[in-house]
Each structure stands twice: as C-alpha cells, then as structure tokens.
Nanobody, 115 residues
Framework: QGRLVESGGGLVQPGGSLRLSCAAS????????MNWYRQAPGKERELVAG???????NYADSGKGRFTISRDNAKRTVYLQMNSLKPEDTAVYYC?????????WGEGTLVTVSS
C-alpha cells in the first residue's frame, strides 16, 4: 500500500520562504505523476502544482513565479519550494500521487503565513 508523508510546513512571515517535502513509499515512485494541493479554511481543495513522471511541470496561477515543484526519484521525494509567501497561501498542503487509476493522498502539512 502506498504512503505519502509531507513535512516542512510551519509558521512563516509574509515574504518568507518554505520548502515542503513529500516522501513516498510502497509504490514505484518514478512512474507516478505527483501533485501538491492545498485547502484553506472554509475553501475547497485546489491544485497548486504538478510534475509528471517525465519531469514536466504545471502551476496554478496563484503560484506561478513564486512556487517551484521538483522531484528526486532516487530519494522518492517531491518538493515544493515556496517563495514570497502571502497570507492567502495559508492552508494545509497535501501531496498526491497518481498512476492511471491508482492514487494516494498524504495527510497534509499546515502552512501559516502571518506576521
């Protein structure tokens, strides 16, 4: 059974940076597309960024120019580098893996952007 464990969340001031990590186990990581989603209080979960098994990336408009998704297949880990953070980036950030019809979600890590 696949498992995803996020880390790296926390409290950061506006304008600051954080790097989230998502460690995968129990499946062939390199075959899977990986995504970061987030869910703010009272809002629906939304896609933040994605990276395909071949390394192609896509970003929601909210993170373009500020967020960078990357993956290290040898470490079975996907990252989300977040710069110039804003209060509206406050949310629980979730890691998601998908291969055809197989999908896994992590438990999430909380990011709070506040002064």
């Amino acid at each position: 059974q696949g498992r995803l464990v996020e880390s790296g969340g926390g409290l950061v001031q506006p304008g600051g940076s954080l790097r989230l990590s998502c460690a995968a186990s129990g499946f062939t990581f390199s075959n899977y597309a990986m995504n970061w989603y987030r869910q703010a209080p009272g809002k629906e979960r939304e896609l933040v960024a994605g990276i395909t098994s071949n390394g192609g990336t896509n970003y929601a408009d909210s993170g373009k120019g500020r967020f960078t998704i990357s993956r290290d297949n040898a470490k079975r880990t996907v990252y989300l580098q977040m710069n110039s953070l804003k209060p509206e980036d406050t949310a629980v950030y979730y890691c998601y893996a998908r291969f055809i019809t197989i999908e896994y979600w992590g438990e999430g890590t909380l990011v709070t952007v506040s002064s």
